[in-house]
Nanobody, 118 residues
Framework: QVQLVESGGGLVQAGGSLRLSCAAS????????LAWFRQAPGKEREFVAD???????YYADSVKGRFTISRDNAKNMVYLQMNTLKPDDTAVYYC????????????WGQGTQVTVSS
């Protein structure tokens, strides 16, 4: 069973940058669609970005142009580079994975806190 473990969260000032990482253990990311979601206090979890095995990406409008998702298939890693951070980006960020043939994400990490101060 593949398990996902996020790292890289923390406290940063508005305008700063952070890079989140997600590692797969117990298996491989091969053929999986990988994604980042986030959940702010009192709000529902929302999609941030995803990346296909081929490298194709998709972003939520709220992060487009500021965040970049990438993956290293050889290392079973997925990353989220977050630039020009805003206080509204404060949330717990989750790594998720699904088989490309499925619609729902069925693998989730435990989350990592990102706090952006104004």
């Amino acid at each position: 069973q593949v398990q996902l473990v996020e790292s890289g969260g923390g406290l940063v000032q508005a305008g700063g940058s952070l890079r989140l990482s997600c590692a797969a253990s117990g298996g491989t990311f091969r053929r999986f669609v990988l994604a980042w979601f986030r959940q702010a206090p009192g709000k529902e979890r929302e999609f941030v970005a995803d990346i296909r095995w081929s490298g194709g990406t998709y972003y939520a409008d709220s992060v487009k142009g500021r965040f970049t998702i990438s993956r290293d298939n050889a290392k079973n890693m997925v990353y989220l580079q977050m630039n020009t951070l805003k206080p509204d980006d404060t949330a717990v960020y989750y790594c998720a994975a699904r088989l490309s043939s499925l619609d729902q994400y069925h693998l989730w990490g435990q989350g990592t806190q990102v706090t952006v101060s104004s």
